[in-house]
Protein backbone atom coordinates (compact mmCIF):
# COMPACT_ATOMS: atom_id res chain seq x y z
CA UNK A 1 0.00 0.00 0.00
CA UNK A 2 1.72 3.45 -0.65
CA UNK A 3 2.36 5.75 1.90
CA UNK A 4 0.25 9.01 2.10
CA UNK A 5 2.27 12.03 1.37
CA UNK A 6 2.58 14.02 4.41
CA UNK A 7 3.59 16.98 3.27
CA UNK A 8 2.55 19.27 0.13
CA UNK A 9 5.66 19.14 -2.51
CA UNK A 10 3.15 22.40 -3.87
CA UNK A 11 3.56 25.78 -2.22
CA UNK A 12 0.36 28.07 -1.19
CA UNK A 13 0.32 31.68 -2.89
CA UNK A 14 -2.94 32.33 -2.33
CA UNK A 15 -2.35 33.20 1.41
CA UNK A 16 -0.90 36.09 -0.13
CA UNK A 17 -3.22 37.16 -2.96
CA UNK A 18 -5.76 34.46 -4.24
CA UNK A 19 -5.89 33.96 -7.91
CA UNK A 20 -2.50 34.23 -9.00
CA UNK A 21 -1.21 36.85 -11.72
CA UNK A 22 -4.60 37.30 -12.55
CA UNK A 23 -5.24 38.16 -8.49
CA UNK A 24 -7.56 41.52 -8.57
CA UNK A 25 -6.19 41.60 -4.72
CA UNK A 26 -2.37 41.79 -6.27
CA UNK A 27 -3.38 44.30 -9.12
CA UNK A 28 -5.02 46.40 -6.12
CA UNK A 29 -1.66 45.95 -3.93
CA UNK A 30 0.58 47.04 -6.71
CA UNK A 31 -1.63 50.56 -7.24
CA UNK A 32 -1.52 51.24 -3.31
CA UNK A 33 2.38 50.69 -3.56
CA UNK A 34 2.67 53.09 -6.71
CA UNK A 35 0.32 56.01 -5.11
CA UNK A 36 2.85 55.78 -1.69
CA UNK A 37 5.86 55.94 -4.13
CA UNK A 38 4.18 58.99 -5.89
CA UNK A 39 3.09 60.41 -2.17
CA UNK A 40 7.00 59.74 -1.05
CA UNK A 41 8.54 61.45 -3.99
CA UNK A 42 6.07 64.83 -3.47
CA UNK A 43 7.55 64.35 0.35
CA UNK A 44 10.95 64.57 -0.46
CA UNK A 45 10.54 67.48 -3.21
CA UNK A 46 8.83 69.60 -0.89
CA UNK A 47 11.94 69.20 1.58
CA UNK A 48 14.54 69.74 -0.83
CA UNK A 49 12.51 72.83 -2.13
CA UNK A 50 13.18 74.00 1.97
CA UNK A 51 16.64 75.59 1.98
CA UNK A 52 19.00 73.85 3.99
CA UNK A 53 19.33 70.40 6.09
CA UNK A 54 16.47 68.88 6.73
CA UNK A 55 15.51 68.47 10.69
CA UNK A 56 15.33 65.23 12.78
CA UNK A 57 11.24 65.63 12.39
CA UNK A 58 11.34 65.62 8.74
CA UNK A 59 13.80 62.76 7.59
CA UNK A 60 12.51 60.38 11.12
CA UNK A 61 9.26 60.67 8.36
CA UNK A 62 10.40 60.00 5.06
CA UNK A 63 12.79 57.38 6.53
CA UNK A 64 9.40 55.41 8.05
CA UNK A 65 7.90 56.11 4.23
CA UNK A 66 10.29 54.43 2.94
CA UNK A 67 10.43 51.59 5.19
CA UNK A 68 7.08 51.36 4.37
CA UNK A 69 7.73 51.25 0.29
CA UNK A 70 10.78 48.85 0.68
CA UNK A 71 8.53 46.14 2.63
CA UNK A 72 6.02 46.52 -0.30
CA UNK A 73 8.18 46.20 -3.55
CA UNK A 74 10.33 43.32 -1.73
CA UNK A 75 6.03 41.57 -1.33
CA UNK A 76 5.73 41.95 -4.26
CA UNK A 77 8.63 41.37 -6.28
CA UNK A 78 8.24 38.15 -4.29
CA UNK A 79 5.43 37.53 -5.31
CA UNK A 80 5.77 37.48 -8.56
CA UNK A 81 8.90 36.06 -8.77
CA UNK A 82 7.18 33.02 -7.55
CA UNK A 83 4.65 32.88 -10.04
CA UNK A 84 7.02 33.37 -13.27
CA UNK A 85 8.56 30.26 -11.61
CA UNK A 86 6.45 28.01 -10.81
CA UNK A 87 5.44 28.47 -14.47
CA UNK A 88 7.17 29.60 -17.29
CA UNK A 89 4.65 29.76 -19.49
CA UNK A 90 2.17 32.16 -17.43
CA UNK A 91 2.92 35.64 -19.35
CA UNK A 92 0.91 37.97 -17.16
CA UNK A 93 3.75 36.68 -14.53
CA UNK A 94 6.43 38.07 -17.05
CA UNK A 95 4.29 41.53 -17.21
CA UNK A 96 3.79 41.79 -13.55
CA UNK A 97 7.66 41.05 -13.34
CA UNK A 98 8.33 44.03 -15.70
CA UNK A 99 5.88 46.51 -13.71
CA UNK A 100 7.38 45.73 -10.69
CA UNK A 101 10.85 46.92 -11.95
CA UNK A 102 9.54 49.45 -13.24
CA UNK A 103 8.05 50.75 -9.69
CA UNK A 104 11.22 49.94 -7.88
CA UNK A 105 12.94 52.12 -10.55
CA UNK A 106 10.61 54.95 -9.67
CA UNK A 107 11.40 54.36 -6.16
CA UNK A 108 14.89 54.17 -6.92
CA UNK A 109 14.74 57.82 -8.93
CA UNK A 110 13.54 59.01 -5.49
CA UNK A 111 15.52 57.50 -3.13
CA UNK A 112 18.08 59.37 -5.17
CA UNK A 113 17.04 63.13 -4.11
CA UNK A 114 16.43 61.36 -1.10
CA UNK A 115 20.32 61.05 -0.60
CA UNK A 116 20.72 64.45 -1.79
CA UNK A 117 18.95 65.76 1.51
CA UNK A 118 21.06 63.13 3.45
CA UNK A 119 23.99 64.98 2.15
CA UNK A 120 22.71 68.21 3.17
CA UNK A 121 22.93 67.26 6.94
CA UNK A 122 26.71 69.03 8.22
CA UNK A 123 28.82 66.23 8.98
CA UNK A 124 29.35 67.82 12.74
CA UNK A 125 25.72 67.20 13.30
CA UNK A 126 25.55 64.07 11.22
CA UNK A 127 27.22 61.48 13.61
CA UNK A 128 25.02 62.79 16.71
CA UNK A 129 21.82 62.67 15.03
CA UNK A 130 22.96 58.89 14.30
CA UNK A 131 22.70 58.48 17.93
CA UNK A 132 19.72 59.45 18.70
CA UNK A 133 15.83 57.68 18.21
CA UNK A 134 14.47 57.08 15.33
CA UNK A 135 17.70 56.64 13.69
CA UNK A 136 19.74 54.19 15.88
CA UNK A 137 18.14 51.33 14.81
CA UNK A 138 18.96 52.12 11.11
CA UNK A 139 21.99 54.02 11.62
CA UNK A 140 24.27 51.44 9.59
CA UNK A 141 22.26 51.34 6.27
CA UNK A 142 21.45 55.40 6.51
CA UNK A 143 24.97 56.01 6.59
CA UNK A 144 25.86 53.86 4.16
CA UNK A 145 23.77 55.49 1.87
CA UNK A 146 24.96 59.41 2.79
CA UNK A 147 28.54 58.18 1.96
CA UNK A 148 27.66 56.27 -1.20
CA UNK A 149 25.80 59.40 -2.54
CA UNK A 150 28.81 61.08 -2.35
CA UNK A 151 30.80 59.15 -4.32
CA UNK A 152 27.83 58.76 -7.35
CA UNK A 153 26.73 61.42 -10.29
CA UNK A 154 24.16 64.28 -9.79
CA UNK A 155 20.60 62.83 -8.50
CA UNK A 156 18.94 64.01 -11.87
CA UNK A 157 21.67 61.83 -13.64
CA UNK A 158 21.44 59.13 -11.28
CA UNK A 159 17.26 59.00 -11.97
CA UNK A 160 18.47 59.04 -15.54
CA UNK A 161 20.61 55.68 -15.00
CA UNK A 162 17.93 54.09 -13.41
CA UNK A 163 15.08 54.87 -15.51
CA UNK A 164 17.31 53.72 -18.46
CA UNK A 165 18.03 50.91 -16.78
CA UNK A 166 14.68 49.46 -16.83
CA UNK A 167 14.46 48.90 -20.36
CA UNK A 168 18.26 48.27 -21.26
CA UNK A 169 20.15 46.86 -18.19
CA UNK A 170 17.45 45.21 -16.37
CA UNK A 171 15.81 44.57 -20.13
CA UNK A 172 18.79 42.10 -21.08
CA UNK A 173 18.47 40.13 -18.03
CA UNK A 174 14.85 39.33 -18.53
CA UNK A 175 15.87 39.05 -22.62
CA UNK A 176 18.12 35.80 -21.12
CA UNK A 177 15.17 34.52 -19.26
CA UNK A 178 13.02 34.69 -21.94
CA UNK A 179 15.86 32.46 -23.55
CA UNK A 180 16.21 29.88 -20.78
CA UNK A 181 12.34 29.70 -20.30
CA UNK A 182 12.40 28.82 -24.50
CA UNK A 183 15.24 26.27 -24.14
CA UNK A 184 14.25 22.44 -24.71
CA UNK A 185 16.38 19.85 -25.21
CA UNK A 186 15.26 16.16 -27.01
CA UNK A 187 16.56 13.34 -24.73
CA UNK A 188 16.37 9.99 -25.67
CA UNK A 189 16.22 7.02 -22.06
CA UNK A 190 14.98 4.05 -22.17
CA UNK A 191 13.60 4.03 -25.80
CA UNK A 192 11.42 7.06 -25.36
CA UNK A 193 12.23 11.11 -26.33
CA UNK A 194 11.01 13.61 -23.69
CA UNK A 195 11.98 17.06 -24.14
CA UNK A 196 13.58 18.87 -21.23
CA UNK A 197 13.27 22.32 -19.95
CA UNK A 198 16.65 23.66 -18.75
CA UNK A 199 16.10 22.78 -14.73
CA UNK A 200 15.27 19.01 -15.65
CA UNK A 201 18.09 18.87 -17.97
CA UNK A 202 20.29 20.51 -15.28
CA UNK A 203 19.36 17.73 -12.73
CA UNK A 204 19.95 14.91 -14.81
CA UNK A 205 23.80 16.14 -15.57
CA UNK A 206 24.10 14.91 -12.09
CA UNK A 207 22.85 11.26 -13.14
CA UNK A 208 24.78 7.90 -11.98
CA UNK A 209 24.96 6.45 -15.15
CA UNK A 210 27.73 7.62 -16.69
CA UNK A 211 26.22 7.09 -20.06
CA UNK A 212 23.50 9.65 -19.54
CA UNK A 213 25.70 12.03 -18.30
CA UNK A 214 28.28 11.75 -21.13
CA UNK A 215 24.86 11.93 -23.55
CA UNK A 216 22.85 14.68 -21.79
CA UNK A 217 26.38 16.91 -21.28
CA UNK A 218 26.96 17.23 -25.58
CA UNK A 219 23.12 17.71 -26.18
CA UNK A 220 23.30 20.44 -23.49
CA UNK A 221 26.55 21.68 -25.04
CA UNK A 222 24.87 21.40 -28.06
CA UNK A 223 21.86 23.20 -26.99
CA UNK A 224 23.80 26.00 -25.38
CA UNK A 225 25.88 26.37 -28.17
CA UNK A 226 22.42 27.06 -30.53
CA UNK A 227 21.36 29.71 -27.98
CA UNK A 228 25.00 31.07 -27.70
CA UNK A 229 24.67 34.12 -29.94
CA UNK A 230 21.24 35.08 -27.59
CA UNK A 231 22.98 35.24 -24.19
CA UNK A 232 26.69 36.53 -25.79
CA UNK A 233 24.39 39.57 -26.34
CA UNK A 234 22.78 39.67 -23.03
CA UNK A 235 25.84 39.44 -21.43
CA UNK A 236 27.70 41.96 -23.38
CA UNK A 237 24.82 44.77 -23.09
CA UNK A 238 24.39 43.85 -19.53
CA UNK A 239 28.49 44.23 -18.91
CA UNK A 240 28.33 47.46 -21.57
CA UNK A 241 25.95 49.27 -18.97
CA UNK A 242 27.74 48.06 -16.20
CA UNK A 243 31.35 49.88 -17.79
CA UNK A 244 29.60 53.23 -19.21
CA UNK A 245 28.02 53.90 -15.16
CA UNK A 246 31.03 52.87 -13.49
CA UNK A 247 32.83 55.13 -15.86
CA UNK A 248 30.63 58.21 -15.58
CA UNK A 249 30.66 57.96 -11.98
CA UNK A 250 34.67 57.89 -11.92
CA UNK A 251 34.79 53.93 -10.69
CA UNK A 252 37.81 52.37 -11.93
CA UNK A 253 37.62 48.98 -10.60
CA UNK A 254 34.88 46.80 -11.89
CA UNK A 255 35.04 45.37 -7.89
CA UNK A 256 34.00 48.27 -6.09
CA UNK A 257 30.68 48.14 -6.56
CA UNK A 258 29.85 44.47 -6.03
CA UNK A 259 32.62 44.67 -2.76
CA UNK A 260 30.27 47.72 -1.55
CA UNK A 261 26.92 45.49 -2.34
CA UNK A 262 28.45 43.05 -0.35
CA UNK A 263 30.24 45.71 2.76
CA UNK A 264 33.54 43.51 2.15
CA UNK A 265 37.03 45.29 1.77
CA UNK A 266 39.05 44.06 -1.59
CA UNK A 267 41.78 42.96 0.59
CA UNK A 268 39.43 40.46 2.50
CA UNK A 269 38.06 39.28 -1.13
CA UNK A 270 41.75 39.07 -2.47
CA UNK A 271 43.37 37.18 0.88
CA UNK A 272 40.10 34.68 0.71
CA UNK A 273 40.88 33.80 -2.97
CA UNK A 274 44.88 33.06 -2.09
CA UNK A 275 44.01 30.77 1.45
CA UNK A 276 41.91 28.58 -0.96
CA UNK A 277 44.54 28.56 -4.11
CA UNK A 278 47.27 27.12 -1.67
CA UNK A 279 44.81 24.05 -0.34
CA UNK A 280 43.77 23.28 -4.07
CA UNK A 281 46.27 20.48 -4.54
CA UNK A 282 44.49 18.34 -1.37
CA UNK A 283 41.72 18.96 -3.71
CA UNK A 284 42.92 18.06 -7.13
CA UNK A 285 43.96 14.63 -5.15
CA UNK A 286 40.19 14.03 -4.39
CA UNK A 287 39.40 14.42 -8.02
CA UNK A 288 42.00 11.62 -9.05
CA UNK A 289 41.01 9.65 -6.73
CA UNK A 290 37.25 9.91 -7.57
CA UNK A 291 38.16 9.07 -11.05
CA UNK A 292 39.87 6.27 -10.09
CA UNK A 293 36.99 4.97 -8.38
CA UNK A 294 34.34 5.99 -11.27
CA UNK A 295 36.56 3.62 -13.42
CA UNK A 296 38.25 6.71 -15.48
CA UNK A 297 41.80 7.89 -16.35
CA UNK A 298 40.41 11.08 -15.40
CA UNK A 299 37.31 13.41 -14.74
CA UNK A 300 34.95 14.54 -17.28
CA UNK A 301 33.02 18.35 -16.45
CA UNK A 302 30.18 16.20 -15.84
CA UNK A 303 32.08 14.04 -13.84
CA UNK A 304 33.19 16.30 -11.05
CA UNK A 305 29.24 16.30 -9.38
CA UNK A 306 28.53 12.82 -10.10
CA UNK A 307 28.02 10.26 -6.88
CA UNK A 308 30.02 8.00 -5.88
CA UNK A 309 28.23 4.63 -4.36
CA UNK A 310 23.92 4.66 -4.54
CA UNK A 311 23.68 5.80 -0.65
CA UNK A 312 21.17 8.24 -0.07
CA UNK A 313 19.99 8.51 -3.33
CA UNK A 314 16.38 7.67 -2.96
CA UNK A 315 15.30 10.23 -0.11
CA UNK A 316 11.08 10.68 -0.62
CA UNK A 317 10.30 14.47 0.46
CA UNK A 318 9.00 13.73 3.51
CA UNK A 319 12.15 11.68 4.53
CA UNK A 320 14.10 14.46 3.72
CA UNK A 321 12.21 16.90 5.93
CA UNK A 322 12.02 14.18 9.02
CA UNK A 323 15.75 14.50 8.41
CA UNK A 324 16.20 18.02 8.43
CA UNK A 325 14.28 19.12 11.16
CA UNK A 326 16.01 16.31 13.19
CA UNK A 327 18.96 17.40 12.59
CA UNK A 328 19.03 21.20 12.99
CA UNK A 329 16.96 19.87 16.51
CA UNK A 330 20.29 18.68 17.71
CA UNK A 331 22.09 22.21 17.10
CA UNK A 332 18.87 24.84 17.24
CA UNK A 333 15.59 23.89 18.69
CA UNK A 334 14.38 27.19 17.56
CA UNK A 335 15.15 26.50 13.65
CA UNK A 336 13.79 22.77 13.93
CA UNK A 337 10.46 24.76 14.92
CA UNK A 338 10.55 26.96 12.29
CA UNK A 339 11.58 24.31 9.40
CA UNK A 340 8.79 22.32 10.51
CA UNK A 341 6.60 25.05 10.08
CA UNK A 342 7.57 25.86 6.74
CA UNK A 343 7.15 22.03 6.35
CA UNK A 344 3.68 22.23 7.46
CA UNK A 345 2.38 25.33 6.32
CA UNK A 346 3.17 24.56 2.49
CA UNK A 347 5.79 27.39 1.79
CA UNK A 348 7.76 25.07 -0.32
CA UNK A 349 7.51 24.33 -4.04
CA UNK A 350 9.39 21.14 -4.58
CA UNK A 351 7.20 19.38 -7.38
CA UNK A 352 9.55 17.58 -10.32
CA UNK A 353 6.85 18.49 -13.17
CA UNK A 354 7.75 20.49 -16.27
CA UNK A 355 7.67 24.04 -17.04
CA UNK A 356 9.49 25.27 -13.69
CA UNK A 357 12.65 27.74 -13.80
CA UNK A 358 15.80 25.54 -13.07
CA UNK A 359 17.71 26.42 -9.80
CA UNK A 360 16.16 27.36 -6.31
CA UNK A 361 16.19 30.13 -4.48
CA UNK A 362 14.22 31.09 -1.13
CA UNK A 363 12.52 34.42 -1.48
CA UNK A 364 10.83 36.58 1.82
CA UNK A 365 7.04 37.81 2.04
CA UNK A 366 7.96 40.66 5.19
CA UNK A 367 4.94 41.91 5.32
CA UNK A 368 3.24 38.70 5.72
CA UNK A 369 6.32 37.70 7.80
CA UNK A 370 6.65 34.60 5.66
CA UNK A 371 9.26 32.89 2.88
CA UNK A 372 8.40 30.85 0.03
CA UNK A 373 11.43 28.26 -1.05
CA UNK A 374 11.62 27.27 -4.60
CA UNK A 375 13.54 23.77 -6.01
CA UNK A 376 12.80 20.77 -7.52
CA UNK A 377 12.90 17.77 -5.56
CA UNK A 378 14.24 14.35 -7.01
CA UNK A 379 15.24 12.45 -4.33
CA UNK A 380 18.51 12.99 -4.25
CA UNK A 381 21.17 13.98 -1.24
CA UNK A 382 22.04 16.69 -2.95
CA UNK A 383 18.35 17.62 -2.90
CA UNK A 384 18.30 17.34 0.91
CA UNK A 385 21.38 19.98 0.97
CA UNK A 386 19.61 22.02 -1.44
CA UNK A 387 16.31 21.98 0.71
CA UNK A 388 18.76 22.54 3.98
CA UNK A 389 20.13 25.34 1.85
CA UNK A 390 17.30 27.26 1.44
CA UNK A 391 15.64 26.75 4.88
CA UNK A 392 18.81 28.23 6.23
CA UNK A 393 17.65 31.31 3.95
CA UNK A 394 14.37 30.93 5.32
CA UNK A 395 15.20 30.77 8.76
CA UNK A 396 17.68 33.94 8.20
CA UNK A 397 14.61 36.11 7.70
CA UNK A 398 12.53 34.27 10.13
CA UNK A 399 15.13 35.79 12.95
CA UNK A 400 14.85 39.72 11.50
CA UNK A 401 10.78 39.75 10.68
CA UNK A 402 10.01 41.84 13.55
CA UNK A 403 13.03 44.66 12.64
CA UNK A 404 12.96 47.78 10.73
CA UNK A 405 12.98 47.33 7.22
CA UNK A 406 16.06 48.83 6.34
CA UNK A 407 18.01 46.96 8.94
CA UNK A 408 16.69 43.82 7.27
CA UNK A 409 18.88 44.29 4.03
CA UNK A 410 21.67 42.19 4.18
CA UNK A 411 23.77 41.55 1.70
CA UNK A 412 24.47 38.22 -0.09
CA UNK A 413 27.61 37.14 0.88
CA UNK A 414 26.48 36.94 4.39
CA UNK A 415 23.02 35.73 3.25
CA UNK A 416 24.87 32.98 2.30
CA UNK A 417 26.19 32.55 5.65
CA UNK A 418 22.69 30.70 7.36
CA UNK A 419 21.78 28.77 4.19
CA UNK A 420 25.48 26.97 4.50
CA UNK A 421 25.68 26.50 7.76
CA UNK A 422 21.99 24.93 7.94
CA UNK A 423 23.66 22.91 5.16
CA UNK A 424 26.37 21.62 6.84
CA UNK A 425 24.75 20.67 9.88
CA UNK A 426 22.38 17.91 7.97
CA UNK A 427 25.40 16.83 5.84
CA UNK A 428 27.93 16.77 8.49
CA UNK A 429 25.17 14.72 10.48
CA UNK A 430 24.11 12.17 7.74
CA UNK A 431 27.68 11.07 7.40
CA UNK A 432 28.17 10.32 11.03
CA UNK A 433 24.95 8.68 11.15
CA UNK A 434 25.72 6.48 7.98
CA UNK A 435 24.96 2.95 8.52
CA UNK A 436 27.91 1.60 6.61
CA UNK A 437 30.92 2.54 5.13
CA UNK A 438 29.82 2.60 1.48
CA UNK A 439 26.70 5.12 3.00
CA UNK A 440 29.39 7.39 4.40
CA UNK A 441 31.45 7.38 1.66
CA UNK A 442 28.20 8.52 -0.50
CA UNK A 443 27.59 10.86 1.81
CA UNK A 444 30.89 12.55 2.67
CA UNK A 445 31.98 12.76 -1.53
CA UNK A 446 28.91 14.49 -1.84
CA UNK A 447 29.84 17.08 1.07
CA UNK A 448 33.13 17.05 -0.25
CA UNK A 449 31.39 18.01 -3.94
CA UNK A 450 30.29 21.39 -2.48
CA UNK A 451 33.81 22.10 -1.11
CA UNK A 452 35.12 21.69 -4.41
CA UNK A 453 31.81 23.61 -5.97
CA UNK A 454 32.82 26.50 -4.29
CA UNK A 455 36.66 26.36 -4.19
CA UNK A 456 36.69 25.65 -7.77
CA UNK A 457 33.97 26.29 -9.92
CA UNK A 458 32.80 29.28 -8.32
CA UNK A 459 36.73 30.52 -8.86
CA UNK A 460 36.23 29.71 -12.38
CA UNK A 461 33.38 32.02 -12.64
CA UNK A 462 35.12 35.18 -10.76
CA UNK A 463 38.14 34.03 -13.30
CA UNK A 464 36.02 34.07 -16.28
CA UNK A 465 34.00 37.31 -15.09
CA UNK A 466 36.83 39.76 -14.00
CA UNK A 467 38.68 38.71 -17.65
CA UNK A 468 35.39 39.08 -19.69
CA UNK A 469 35.28 42.61 -17.50
CA UNK A 470 38.46 44.03 -18.65
CA UNK A 471 38.30 42.52 -22.33
CA UNK A 472 34.34 44.14 -22.77
CA UNK A 473 36.15 47.74 -21.96
CA UNK A 474 37.35 47.15 -24.99
CA UNK A 475 34.27 46.19 -26.99
CA UNK A 476 31.85 43.14 -27.76
CA UNK A 477 33.45 40.14 -26.74
CA UNK A 478 32.18 36.58 -29.37
CA UNK A 479 30.72 34.28 -28.97
CA UNK A 480 34.30 32.24 -29.53
CA UNK A 481 36.04 34.39 -27.25
CA UNK A 482 33.60 33.74 -24.54
CA UNK A 483 33.80 29.87 -24.86
CA UNK A 484 38.27 30.60 -24.83
CA UNK A 485 37.94 32.92 -21.16
CA UNK A 486 35.24 30.23 -19.74
CA UNK A 487 37.88 27.20 -20.69
CA UNK A 488 40.84 28.93 -19.79
CA UNK A 489 39.20 30.08 -16.04
CA UNK A 490 37.78 26.61 -15.74
CA UNK A 491 41.23 24.80 -16.74
CA UNK A 492 43.25 27.28 -13.81
CA UNK A 493 40.67 26.94 -11.26
CA UNK A 494 40.76 23.09 -11.65
CA UNK A 495 44.30 23.11 -11.76
CA UNK A 496 44.17 21.27 -14.78
CA UNK A 497 42.21 18.04 -13.28
CA UNK A 498 40.41 17.66 -15.46
CA UNK A 499 39.69 16.09 -18.96
CA UNK A 500 36.97 18.27 -20.62
CA UNK A 501 35.65 21.61 -19.45
CA UNK A 502 32.00 22.73 -20.28
CA UNK A 503 32.87 26.12 -22.67
CA UNK A 504 29.46 27.13 -22.82
CA UNK A 505 28.75 27.44 -18.98
CA UNK A 506 28.92 31.37 -19.35
CA UNK A 507 25.69 30.60 -21.76
CA UNK A 508 24.06 28.14 -19.22
CA UNK A 509 24.11 29.87 -15.65
CA UNK A 510 21.70 32.19 -14.82
CA UNK A 511 23.77 33.77 -12.22
CA UNK A 512 26.02 35.82 -15.09
CA UNK A 513 22.47 37.31 -16.29
CA UNK A 514 21.33 38.66 -12.55
CA UNK A 515 21.27 42.37 -12.71
CA UNK A 516 20.23 42.87 -9.04
CA UNK A 517 23.74 41.85 -7.67
CA UNK A 518 26.84 41.85 -9.92
CA UNK A 519 29.58 39.63 -9.34
CA UNK A 520 27.28 37.04 -8.53
CA UNK A 521 29.52 34.63 -7.72
CA UNK A 522 32.38 35.30 -4.85
CA UNK A 523 29.64 35.84 -2.20
CA UNK A 524 28.84 32.09 -2.71
CA UNK A 525 32.27 31.01 -1.49
CA UNK A 526 32.63 33.98 1.36
CA UNK A 527 29.16 32.59 2.61
CA UNK A 528 30.46 28.89 2.36
CA UNK A 529 33.89 29.57 4.35
CA UNK A 530 31.86 31.84 6.86
CA UNK A 531 29.67 29.48 7.93
CA UNK A 532 32.49 26.99 7.56
CA UNK A 533 34.15 28.99 10.83
CA UNK A 534 30.76 29.42 12.44
CA UNK A 535 29.60 25.51 12.36
CA UNK A 536 33.55 25.27 14.04
CA UNK A 537 32.57 27.35 16.64
CA UNK A 538 29.39 25.80 16.78
CA UNK A 539 30.56 22.41 17.53
CA UNK A 540 32.74 23.59 20.60
CA UNK A 541 30.24 25.64 22.21
CA UNK A 542 26.94 22.92 21.43
CA UNK A 543 23.55 24.56 21.99
CA UNK A 544 24.87 27.34 23.59
CA UNK A 545 25.50 28.72 20.45
CA UNK A 546 21.66 29.10 18.98
CA UNK A 547 21.12 32.69 20.88
CA UNK A 548 24.76 34.22 19.85
CA UNK A 549 23.99 32.71 16.35
CA UNK A 550 20.69 34.62 16.06
CA UNK A 551 22.78 37.58 17.57
CA UNK A 552 25.13 37.44 14.52
CA UNK A 553 22.11 36.88 11.88
CA UNK A 554 20.31 39.63 13.41
CA UNK A 555 23.59 42.16 12.96
CA UNK A 556 24.01 41.20 8.79
CA UNK A 557 22.40 44.51 7.89
CA UNK A 558 23.84 46.69 10.47
CA UNK A 559 27.50 46.47 9.62
CA UNK A 560 30.42 45.04 7.24
CA UNK A 561 31.31 41.79 7.30
CA UNK A 562 35.04 42.24 8.71
CA UNK A 563 33.19 44.02 11.73
CA UNK A 564 30.23 41.18 11.68
CA UNK A 565 33.30 38.43 12.06
CA UNK A 566 35.28 40.45 14.97
CA UNK A 567 32.16 41.22 17.10
CA UNK A 568 30.55 37.84 16.93
CA UNK A 569 33.92 35.97 16.22
CA UNK A 570 36.46 37.72 17.98
CA UNK A 571 38.60 36.84 14.15
CA UNK A 572 40.22 39.54 11.46
CA UNK A 573 39.05 38.59 7.92
CA UNK A 574 41.56 40.40 6.45
CA UNK A 575 43.86 38.05 7.81
CA UNK A 576 44.78 34.61 6.16
CA UNK A 577 44.56 32.35 9.87
CA UNK A 578 40.57 32.23 10.33
CA UNK A 579 40.13 31.38 6.21
CA UNK A 580 42.15 28.72 6.83
CA UNK A 581 40.74 27.55 9.69
CA UNK A 582 37.64 27.31 7.41
CA UNK A 583 39.39 25.94 4.99
CA UNK A 584 40.62 22.85 7.03
CA UNK A 585 37.20 21.50 8.08
CA UNK A 586 36.65 21.02 4.20
CA UNK A 587 40.44 19.59 4.19
CA UNK A 588 39.19 16.81 6.79
CA UNK A 589 36.94 15.55 4.81
CA UNK A 590 39.32 15.15 2.08
CA UNK A 591 41.85 13.57 3.84
CA UNK A 592 38.83 11.30 5.61
CA UNK A 593 37.73 10.14 2.11
CA UNK A 594 41.15 9.55 1.18
CA UNK A 595 41.90 7.11 3.58
CA UNK A 596 38.63 5.39 3.09
CA UNK A 597 39.47 4.81 -0.89
CA UNK A 598 43.60 3.88 0.25
Known amino acids: ????????????????????????????????????????RDAVASAAERDGAPGADTLAALIERMQSIVLKLREADSFAGCLASENQADKKAVQLNGRIASLGAA???VLTRFDELLKRVPDSDWSALLQSEPFRPVAFPIDERRQLAKEKLAPELESLIGDLAVDG???????YNTVVGKFKLEFEE?????????????NKLHSPDRNVRTRLFAEWE???????????????????????TYKHRGWDSILKEPLDVNRMSEKTLSVMWDVIERNKPIFVDYLNRKAKLLGLDTLSWHDVEAPVGEAGNDIPFDAAADMIVEQFRRFSPKMADFAEMAFAERWIEAEDRPGKRPGGFCTSFPIKGQTRIFMTYANTASNVSTLAHELGHAYHQHVMNDMPALAQEYAMNVAETASTFAEMIVSDAAVKQASTDAER????????????????????????ETEFYELRCGGLVGVE???????????????????????????????????????????YTFGYLFSSGLYAVAQKEGAGFEDRYVALLRDTGSMTVERLAEKHLGVDLTQPDFWQSAVDLAVADVKQFLAMTE
Open 107 to 109: FSS
Open 481 to 523: QLNELMTSAQRRAFQDALSEYHPHFWASKLHFYITSVPFYNFP
Open 190 to 202: NGSVTALSAGQAA
Open 1 to 40: MAMTQRYSLVWDLDVFFPGGSASPQFAAFLEETEREIGSF
Open 222 to 244: KAWGEQADYAADALNRLAGFRIQ
Open 441 to 464: LALLEDKIQRSVAFFMNIHARFLF
Open 169 to 175: YHGWGEA
